[in-house]
Protein backbone atom coordinates (compact mmCIF):
# COMPACT_ATOMS: atom_id res chain seq x y z
CA UNK A 1 0.00 0.00 0.00
CA UNK A 2 1.02 3.39 -0.66
CA UNK A 3 0.42 6.75 0.89
CA UNK A 4 -2.11 8.88 -0.97
CA UNK A 5 0.14 12.21 0.06
CA UNK A 6 0.71 13.57 -3.63
CA UNK A 7 4.53 13.11 -4.20
CA UNK A 8 6.77 16.51 -4.39
CA UNK A 9 9.46 15.71 -6.80
CA UNK A 10 11.11 19.06 -6.47
CA UNK A 11 12.27 17.68 -2.71
CA UNK A 12 14.71 15.31 -2.98
CA UNK A 13 16.39 15.75 0.10
CA UNK A 14 15.19 12.97 1.86
CA UNK A 15 17.21 10.28 -0.61
CA UNK A 16 20.28 13.10 -0.81
CA UNK A 17 20.27 13.33 2.83
CA UNK A 18 20.11 9.54 3.04
CA UNK A 19 23.20 9.01 0.80
CA UNK A 20 25.51 11.31 2.73
CA UNK A 21 24.26 9.81 5.60
CA UNK A 22 25.80 6.18 4.83
CA UNK A 23 28.85 8.22 3.40
CA UNK A 24 29.67 9.59 6.66
CA UNK A 25 28.76 6.26 8.66
CA UNK A 26 31.29 4.52 6.09
CA UNK A 27 33.98 6.97 6.93
CA UNK A 28 33.37 6.86 10.81
CA UNK A 29 33.99 2.86 10.66
CA UNK A 30 37.11 3.44 8.09
CA UNK A 31 38.63 6.17 10.90
CA UNK A 32 38.16 3.36 13.50
CA UNK A 33 39.88 0.68 11.75
CA UNK A 34 42.73 3.29 11.21
CA UNK A 35 42.80 4.10 15.29
CA UNK A 36 40.90 7.28 15.03
CA UNK A 37 37.79 8.07 17.96
CA UNK A 38 35.04 8.97 15.02
CA UNK A 39 31.73 9.42 15.84
CA UNK A 40 28.62 10.34 13.50
CA UNK A 41 26.12 12.81 14.55
CA UNK A 42 22.42 14.39 12.61
CA UNK A 43 23.16 18.06 13.52
CA UNK A 44 25.38 21.14 14.56
CA UNK A 45 23.69 21.32 18.06
CA UNK A 46 24.61 17.73 18.59
CA UNK A 47 28.48 18.15 17.21
CA UNK A 48 28.49 21.06 20.11
CA UNK A 49 27.40 18.67 23.07
CA UNK A 50 30.05 15.89 21.99
CA UNK A 51 32.58 18.18 21.93
CA UNK A 52 32.38 20.15 25.66
CA UNK A 53 31.74 16.24 26.65
CA UNK A 54 35.46 15.79 25.38
CA UNK A 55 36.91 18.90 26.86
CA UNK A 56 37.42 17.92 30.72
CA UNK A 57 37.16 20.74 33.54
CA UNK A 58 40.40 22.98 33.84
CA UNK A 59 41.28 21.75 30.57
CA UNK A 60 43.02 24.15 28.43
CA UNK A 61 41.56 24.53 24.96
CA UNK A 62 43.36 25.70 21.48
CA UNK A 63 40.77 26.83 18.73
CA UNK A 64 42.37 26.87 14.94
CA UNK A 65 40.99 28.93 12.28
CA UNK A 66 37.51 26.86 11.21
CA UNK A 67 34.34 28.25 9.48
CA UNK A 68 32.94 24.67 10.71
CA UNK A 69 33.45 25.81 14.63
CA UNK A 70 32.73 29.29 14.29
CA UNK A 71 29.12 27.65 12.82
CA UNK A 72 28.92 25.57 16.07
CA UNK A 73 29.26 28.56 18.40
CA UNK A 74 31.92 26.30 20.00
CA UNK A 75 34.20 29.71 22.26
CA UNK A 76 31.15 30.76 22.89
CA UNK A 77 29.79 27.59 24.31
CA UNK A 78 32.85 26.77 26.60
CA UNK A 79 33.00 30.57 27.84
CA UNK A 80 30.06 30.23 29.12
CA UNK A 81 30.55 27.29 30.68
CA UNK A 82 33.20 28.79 32.62
CA UNK A 83 35.54 26.17 33.45
CA UNK A 84 38.44 25.81 30.44
CA UNK A 85 41.44 28.39 29.38
CA UNK A 86 40.46 28.89 25.36
CA UNK A 87 42.85 30.11 23.88
CA UNK A 88 41.84 31.54 19.72
CA UNK A 89 44.86 33.25 17.98
CA UNK A 90 42.06 34.12 15.09
CA UNK A 91 39.98 35.23 16.92
CA UNK A 92 37.74 38.61 15.19
CA UNK A 93 36.01 41.46 16.84
CA UNK A 94 32.25 42.36 15.29
CA UNK A 95 33.81 44.04 12.10
CA UNK A 96 35.89 41.06 11.27
CA UNK A 97 39.03 42.17 12.40
CA UNK A 98 41.72 40.32 14.11
CA UNK A 99 41.27 41.38 18.12
CA UNK A 100 45.28 41.18 18.43
CA UNK A 101 46.14 43.35 15.48
CA UNK A 102 47.44 43.04 11.79
CA UNK A 103 49.13 39.69 11.16
CA UNK A 104 51.51 41.13 9.10
CA UNK A 105 53.23 43.90 12.20
CA UNK A 106 52.26 42.13 15.01
CA UNK A 107 54.06 38.65 13.36
CA UNK A 108 56.01 38.22 17.00
CA UNK A 109 53.14 38.21 18.88
CA UNK A 110 51.02 35.87 16.12
CA UNK A 111 54.01 33.26 16.69
CA UNK A 112 54.28 33.26 20.15
CA UNK A 113 50.33 32.59 20.70
CA UNK A 114 50.07 29.56 18.06
CA UNK A 115 52.93 28.47 19.72
CA UNK A 116 50.90 27.89 22.79
CA UNK A 117 48.68 24.97 21.12
CA UNK A 118 51.43 22.44 21.18
CA UNK A 119 51.02 22.59 25.15
CA UNK A 120 47.35 21.99 25.33
CA UNK A 121 45.11 19.61 26.39
CA UNK A 122 42.65 19.72 23.56
CA UNK A 123 42.81 21.29 20.08
CA UNK A 124 39.64 21.78 18.26
CA UNK A 125 39.85 22.51 14.79
CA UNK A 126 38.39 21.48 11.51
CA UNK A 127 39.49 19.95 8.01
CA UNK A 128 39.81 20.26 4.19
CA UNK A 129 38.11 16.76 3.67
CA UNK A 130 37.68 13.64 4.56
CA UNK A 131 38.12 10.28 2.63
CA UNK A 132 35.83 7.48 2.57
CA UNK A 133 38.76 5.02 3.58
CA UNK A 134 38.92 7.02 6.59
CA UNK A 135 42.22 9.79 6.18
CA UNK A 136 42.18 13.59 6.86
CA UNK A 137 43.35 16.04 4.46
CA UNK A 138 44.02 19.61 5.39
CA UNK A 139 45.76 22.04 3.82
CA UNK A 140 47.92 25.41 5.02
CA UNK A 141 49.72 28.62 4.41
CA UNK A 142 52.29 28.79 7.59
CA UNK A 143 51.03 25.25 8.84
CA UNK A 144 50.17 26.45 12.18
CA UNK A 145 46.56 24.47 11.94
CA UNK A 146 47.80 21.70 10.16
CA UNK A 147 50.80 21.17 12.44
CA UNK A 148 49.35 20.19 16.06
CA UNK A 149 46.92 17.96 14.20
CA UNK A 150 50.25 15.74 13.87
CA UNK A 151 52.09 16.41 17.44
CA UNK A 152 51.38 18.36 20.52
CA UNK A 153 48.33 18.78 21.99
CA UNK A 154 47.18 15.74 24.38
CA UNK A 155 43.99 15.45 22.56
CA UNK A 156 42.51 16.93 19.27
CA UNK A 157 39.02 16.89 18.42
CA UNK A 158 38.52 17.06 13.98
CA UNK A 159 34.96 18.83 13.31
CA UNK A 160 33.69 18.05 9.63
CA UNK A 161 30.39 18.48 7.96
CA UNK A 162 29.13 15.76 5.22
CA UNK A 163 30.04 17.75 2.49
CA UNK A 164 33.63 17.07 3.13
CA UNK A 165 33.83 13.40 2.84
CA UNK A 166 35.18 12.04 -0.60
CA UNK A 167 35.95 8.59 -1.99
CA UNK A 168 39.74 9.05 -2.12
CA UNK A 169 43.19 11.40 -1.42
CA UNK A 170 42.89 12.44 -5.21
CA UNK A 171 39.04 14.03 -4.95
CA UNK A 172 40.45 15.61 -1.62
CA UNK A 173 43.29 17.31 -3.39
CA UNK A 174 40.51 18.79 -5.55
CA UNK A 175 38.52 20.02 -3.57
CA UNK A 176 41.22 21.54 -1.50
CA UNK A 177 42.72 23.14 -4.89
CA UNK A 178 39.02 23.94 -6.64
CA UNK A 179 36.96 25.02 -3.84
CA UNK A 180 38.37 25.60 -0.59
CA UNK A 181 41.35 27.78 -1.30
CA UNK A 182 39.35 30.22 -3.57
CA UNK A 183 36.75 30.29 -1.10
CA UNK A 184 38.77 30.56 1.74
CA UNK A 185 40.91 33.63 0.36
CA UNK A 186 37.82 35.64 -0.73
CA UNK A 187 36.57 35.06 2.81
CA UNK A 188 39.88 36.71 3.99
CA UNK A 189 40.11 39.26 1.53
CA UNK A 190 36.10 40.16 1.77
CA UNK A 191 35.24 39.41 5.81
CA UNK A 192 38.92 39.76 7.17
CA UNK A 193 40.23 43.08 6.08
CA UNK A 194 43.24 41.44 4.48
CA UNK A 195 43.88 43.38 1.50
CA UNK A 196 46.83 41.24 0.58
CA UNK A 197 44.93 38.39 -0.20
CA UNK A 198 43.61 40.49 -3.38
CA UNK A 199 47.27 39.46 -4.81
CA UNK A 200 46.94 36.05 -5.04
CA UNK A 201 45.48 34.24 -8.48
CA UNK A 202 42.69 32.65 -7.35
CA UNK A 203 41.11 35.67 -5.83
CA UNK A 204 40.35 37.52 -9.39
CA UNK A 205 39.48 34.37 -11.28
CA UNK A 206 37.93 31.46 -8.46
CA UNK A 207 40.19 29.41 -10.04
CA UNK A 208 43.75 27.66 -8.87
CA UNK A 209 46.55 27.70 -10.82
CA UNK A 210 49.13 26.12 -8.78
CA UNK A 211 50.84 29.71 -8.46
CA UNK A 212 54.02 30.21 -6.78
CA UNK A 213 53.17 33.63 -5.49
CA UNK A 214 55.09 34.46 -2.20
CA UNK A 215 51.66 34.77 -0.21
CA UNK A 216 50.19 31.70 -1.43
CA UNK A 217 47.77 29.87 0.96
CA UNK A 218 48.43 26.40 -0.18
CA UNK A 219 51.74 25.64 1.38
CA UNK A 220 51.84 22.98 3.74
CA UNK A 221 49.25 19.52 3.43
CA UNK A 222 49.18 17.43 6.32
CA UNK A 223 47.53 13.78 5.65
CA UNK A 224 46.89 11.72 8.75
CA UNK A 225 46.51 7.89 7.65
CA UNK A 226 45.97 6.23 11.27
CA UNK A 227 47.80 7.16 14.46
CA UNK A 228 49.64 4.59 16.64
CA UNK A 229 47.60 1.83 19.21
CA UNK A 230 49.73 3.55 22.24
CA UNK A 231 47.84 7.09 20.60
CA UNK A 232 44.54 6.11 19.48
CA UNK A 233 42.51 7.92 21.72
CA UNK A 234 44.49 11.22 20.58
CA UNK A 235 42.49 11.71 17.58
CA UNK A 236 38.68 12.62 17.36
CA UNK A 237 36.57 12.78 14.79
CA UNK A 238 32.92 14.46 14.39
CA UNK A 239 31.42 13.37 11.64
CA UNK A 240 28.16 16.34 11.00
CA UNK A 241 25.03 15.23 8.80
CA UNK A 242 25.41 18.77 8.14
CA UNK A 243 27.00 20.92 5.03
CA UNK A 244 29.12 23.16 7.14
CA UNK A 245 32.59 24.96 7.10
CA UNK A 246 33.89 25.25 3.08
Known amino acids: ?????????RDISQPVNWVKEQRARAAVAA?????????????????????????????????????????LNVVPALRVRGKNRVMWPQEKDGSGANIHGDYEVNRKLYARLQREVFSADVYLTGANAVTMDGKIVSTDG???????????????V???????????????????????????VRRHLDMHHRSWYGELPCASSGICTDCDHPRRICNYTAILEGALPCFSERINVILIGEELGL
Open 158 to 184: VVVGVNKVVKNLEAAFERIREFCAPVN
Open 1 to 9: MHDNAPVDE
Open 31 to 71: FRRRHFQAQYVARRDEALQAILAMVPDGATVFRADSVTLDQ
Open 142 to 156: GGNRVAPMIFGPGKV
